[in-house]
C-alpha cells in the first residue's frame, strides 16, 4: 500500500507548480497543481490568462493574493486530499480574510456547487474551460463566490500562451476532452467533449518552446493519437512538431491502444526525434472486464498492438496504467491482468485500485463487488510483480551507454545529476559540472526497479564548460 501511495503522490498527484517569477507589481497568484500532465499544462494556461491582466506569480504561497488549487477528480482518493488542503488553507483565510482561494479544474466541475457547500470559505470555482474568464471571476469574488463550470465545445485556449515553470519539457496540449467514456472513468463528463487545437497552433506553440530553450516537448491529450483538427491526424502532428528546429525530443501523452493507426506507428518509427517510449493504458487483462469498461479492444488485440510497436521500433520502452478490482472482476479476471503484465513485461506501470465515480456508467449499473482488502490485495500483486519486472528490465541496462538530457539535482545524493534517456529511464549520476538542460552520454553502472545509475563518458565530461 505505501508503495502505490508513493507511486501516486510522487509521479502524478502532488505537483506543486514552480512558476518564474516575472514582471514587478499586480497582484500575486499562486497554484498548487494535483493530478496528470494534462493539469500541469492547463495551471502554465491558467497563469498565462492571469498575467496578460496583470497578475504575477508568487514565489510562495504565504506571499499570494490569490490561491488556486488545479485540482483533480478521477479517484476518490484525489479529491480527498484536495479537501483536506482546503481545511489547512482555511486557516489563512482567517488570517487574511482578503485572500482569494480558488478551486479550479475537474473537481471544480464533478463537484461544482456541492463543494461550496462542503467548504464555504472557497471563493471561486472554475471548470477546465474556463481559465480564459480567471480574471473576471477573481474579480467577481465579493463576499458571494463565483462559480463558472460550464463546459465549452470551442474553448481551445487558441493564442493563450502558457507560463512556462522552468525545467527541460514543455508541454503542448493538443486536444482536450474525451469521446471515449471508458465505463469507469469521469473525464468525459468533467472535461468535455474531444477537439483538437489546430495543427498551426500547435506548431506555433512548439516554435516558441524551442525559441525558450527547451529541447523537448511533450504533445498531451486524453487520447493523444486520436488528434484531429478536420485536416491533419496525429501522424501528420509528429511529423510536423519533429520539424521544429531547436527540439530534440518529442514525447506524447497518453495514448489509447484503438487509435494507433498504421500511419502512427510509421510516423513514430520514422521520426528520430519522436521517443522510443510509450505510455499504452491496458487497465486489464481479461477480455470480460475489458468489456465491461467499454475499453474497446480485446486482449489478443493490444498484445498484437504491442508486437507492431515493438517490430517497428525494436527497444521501445512502454509503461500502463492498470485498475484491479474492477466490479465483476473475478480472481481468474485478476490472474488474466497479470499474466498479461508478465508477457508484455513493461518497463514501468501505474497502478491503482477502482475508485466508483458517480456520474460513469459503472457506478451506476455495475455494483463494486471486490471489497476493500481483496481491492488491496490485488493491488500488492500487482505491484510486486511490476517491480521484480522492472528491476529485471533496468538490470539489463547495466554496459550500456545511453543519452540523457540532464534535468536536475537527483533527490538523493550530494553532487548527483538526474535526468531522462529517450527510452525515460531516470538516470542518475555524479554531475561533474554539467549543466542542466544539456545532452550527456551516460554509461550505466547500476539499476533498480526504479532508477538506474552511472557515470559520465570522458566525451560528455570533456564537453562540460
Ligand atoms: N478508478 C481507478 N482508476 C481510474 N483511472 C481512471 N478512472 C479510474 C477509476 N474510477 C485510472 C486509469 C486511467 C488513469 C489515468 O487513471 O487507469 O488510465
Ligand atoms: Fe477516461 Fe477512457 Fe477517456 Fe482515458 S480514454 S480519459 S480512461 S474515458
Given at each position: 500500500?505505501?508503495e502505490v501511495e508513493l507511486l501516486e503522490i510522487e509521479q502524478r498527484d502532488r505537483r506543486a507548480l514552480e512558476t518564474a517569477s516575472g514582471q514587478a507589481g499586480g497582484?500575486?497568484?499562486?497554484?498548487?497543481?494535483?493530478?496528470?500532465?494534462?493539469?500541469?499544462?492547463?495551471?502554465?494556461?491558467?497563469?498565462?490568462?492571469?498575467?496578460?491582466?496583470?497578475?504575477?506569480?508568487?514565489?510562495?504561497?504565504?506571499?499570494?493574493?490569490?490561491?488556486?488549487?488545479?485540482?483533480?477528480?478521477?479517484?476518490?482518493?484525489?479529491?480527498?486530499?484536495?479537501?483536506?488542503?482546503?481545511?489547512?488553507?482555511?486557516?489563512?483565510?482567517?488570517?487574511?480574510?482578503?485572500?482569494?482561494?480558488?478551486?479550479?479544474?475537474?473537481?471544480?466541475?464533478?463537484?461544482?456547487?456541492?463543494?461550496?457547500?462542503?467548504?464555504?470559505?472557497?471563493?471561486?470555482?472554475?471548470?477546465?474551460?474556463?481559465?480564459?474568464?480567471?480574471?473576471?471571476?477573481?474579480?467577481?469574488?465579493?463576499?458571494?463566490?463565483?462559480?463558472?463550470?460550464?463546459?465549452?465545445?470551442?474553448?481551445?485556449?487558441?493564442?493563450?500562451?502558457?507560463?512556462?515553470?522552468?525545467?527541460?519539457?514543455?508541454?503542448?496540449?493538443?486536444?482536450?476532452?474525451?469521446?471515449?467514456?471508458?465505463?469507469?472513468?469521469?473525464?468525459?463528463?468533467?472535461?468535455?467533449?474531444?477537439?483538437?487545437?489546430?495543427?498551426?497552433?500547435?506548431?506555433?506553440?512548439?516554435?516558441?518552446?524551442?525559441?525558450?530553450?527547451?529541447?523537448?516537448?511533450?504533445?498531451?491529450?486524453?487520447?493523444?493519437?486520436?488528434?484531429?483538427?478536420?485536416?491533419?491526424?496525429?501522424?501528420?502532428?509528429?511529423?510536423?512538431?519533429?520539424?521544429?528546429?531547436?527540439?530534440?525530443?518529442?514525447?506524447?501523452?497518453?495514448?489509447?491502444?484503438?487509435?494507433?493507426?498504421?500511419?502512427?506507428?510509421?510516423?513514430?518509427?520514422?521520426?528520430?526525434?519522436?521517443?522510443?517510449?510509450?505510455?499504452?493504458?491496458?487497465?486489464?487483462?481479461?477480455?470480460?472486464?475489458?468489456?465491461?469498461?467499454?475499453?474497446?479492444?480485446?486482449?489478443?488485440?493490444?498484445?498484437?498492438?504491442?508486437?507492431?510497436?515493438?517490430?517497428?521500433?525494436?527497444?521501445?520502452?512502454?509503461?500502463?496504467?492498470?485498475?484491479?478490482?474492477?466490479?465483476?472482476?473475478?480472481?481468474?479476471?485478476?490472474?488474466?491482468?497479470?499474466?498479461?503484465?508478465?508477457?508484455?513485461?513493461?518497463?514501468?506501470?501505474?497502478?491503482?485500485?477502482?475508485?466508483?465515480?458517480?456520474?460513469?456508467?459503472?457506478?451506476?449499473?455495475?455494483?463494486?463487488?471486490?471489497?476493500?482488502?481483496?481491492?488491496?490485495?490485488?493491488?500488492?500483486?500487482?505491484?510486486?510483480?511490476?517491480?521484480?519486472?522492472?528491476?529485471?528490465?533496468?538490470?539489463?541496462?547495466?554496459?550500456?551507454?545511453?543519452?540523457?538530457?540532464?534535468?536536475?539535482?537527483?533527490?538523493?545524493?550530494?553532487?548527483?545529476?538526474?535526468?531522462?534517456?529517450?527510452?525515460?529511464?531516470?538516470?542518475?549520476?555524479?554531475?561533474?559540472?554539467?549543466?542542466?538542460?544539456?545532452?550527456?552520454?551516460?554509461?550505466?553502472?547500476?539499476?533498480?526497479?526504479?532508477t538506474l545509475m552511472g557515470l559520465l563518458t570522458d566525451a560528455s565530461i570533456g564537453e562540460c564548460p
Amino acid at each position: 500500500m505505501a508503495e502505490v501511495e508513493l507511486l501516486e503522490i510522487e509521479q502524478r498527484d502532488r505537483r506543486a507548480l514552480e512558476t518564474a517569477s516575472g514582471q514587478a507589481g499586480g497582484r500575486q497568484v499562486f497554484i498548487e497543481t494535483y493530478g496528470c500532465q494534462m493539469n500541469l499544462s492547463d495551471s502554465e494556461l491558467m497563469m498565462g490568462a492571469l498575467q496578460q491582466s496583470g497578475y504575477r506569480p508568487a514565489p510562495r504561497l504565504e506571499d499570494a493574493d490569490v490561491v488556486l488549487l488545479n485540482t483533480c477528480a478521477i479517484r476518490e482518493h484525489a479529491q480527498e486530499r484536495v479537501v483536506g488542503r482546503l481545511a489547512q488553507l482555511s486557516r489563512l483565510k482567517i488570517k487574511r480574510p482578503d485572500l482569494v482561494l480558488g478551486v479550479c479544474g475537474c473537481m471544480a466541475k464533478h463537484l461544482a456547487q456541492n463543494l461550496l457547500d462542503r467548504a464555504p470559505y472557497v471563493d471561486l470555482v472554475a471548470g477546465p474551460d474556463s481559465y480564459r474568464r480567471l480574471p473576471e471571476l477573481i474579480a467577481e469574488v465579493s463576499g458571494e463566490p463565483a462559480l463558472d463550470v460550464r463546459l465549452d465545445r470551442d474553448e481551445g485556449y487558441l493564442g493563450l500562451d502558457p507560463v512556462r515553470r522552468g525545467g527541460t519539457n514543455a508541454w503542448v496540449t493538443i486536444m482536450r476532452g474525451c469521446d471515449k467514456f471508458c465505463t469507469f472513468c469521469i473525464v468525459p463528463y468533467v472535461r468535455g467533449r474531444e477537439r483538437g487545437v489546430a495543427a498551426a497552433e500547435v506548431v506555433r506553440q512548439v516554435e516558441d518552446a524551442a525559441a525558450a530553450g527547451f529541447q523537448e516537448v511533450t504533445l498531451l491529450g486524453q487520447t493523444v493519437n486520436s488528434y484531429s483538427d478536420a485536416r491533419h491526424d496525429f501522424a501528420d502532428l509528429l511529423r510536423m512538431t519533429a520539424r521544429v528546429d531547436g527540439i530534440r525530443r518529442i514525447r506524447f501523452t497518453s495514448p489509447h491502444p484503438s487509435d494507433f493507426s498504421e500511419k502512427v506507428i510509421e510516423a513514430m518509427a520514422e521520426e528520430e526525434k519522436v521517443c522510443r517510449f510509450i505510455h499504452l493504458p491496458v487497465q486489464s487483462g481479461s477480455d470480460a472486464v475489458l468489456r465491461a469498461m467499454k475499453r474497446t479492444y480485446t486482449v489478443c488485440e493490444y498484445l498484437d498492438l504491442v508486437d507492431r510497436l515493438r517490430d517497428a521500433m525494436p527497444g521501445v520502452c512502454l509503461s500502463t496504467d492498470v485498475i484491479v478490482g474492477f466490479p465483476g472482476e473475478t480472481e481468474a479476471d485478476f490472474e488474466a491482468t497479470l499474466a498479461l503484465m508478465r508477457t508484455v513485461r513493461y518497463d514501468s506501470a501505474f497502478m491503482f485500485k477502482y475508485s466508483p465515480r458517480k456520474g460513469t456508467v459503472a457506478y451506476r449499473e455495475m455494483p463494486d463487488t471486490v471489497s476493500e482488502t481483496e481491492k488491496g490485495r490485488r493491488l500488492e500483486a500487482t505491484i510486486a510483480l511490476q517491480n521484480r519486472i522492472s528491476e529485471e528490465i533496468n538490470r539489463t541496462y547495466v554496459g550500456q551507454t545511453l543519452e540523457v538530457l540532464v534535468e536536475g539535482d537527483a533527490r538523493k545524493g550530494v553532487g548527483q545529476a538526474a535526468g531522462k534517456s529517450d527510452g525515460f529511464k531516470t538516470v542518475v549520476f555524479p554531475r561533474k559540472g554539467v549543466r542542466d538542460n544539456t545532452f550527456v552520454d551516460v554509461e550505466i553502472t547500476g539499476s533498480t526497479s526504479r532508477t538506474l545509475m552511472g557515470l559520465l563518458t570522458d566525451a560528455s565530461i570533456g564537453e562540460c564548460p
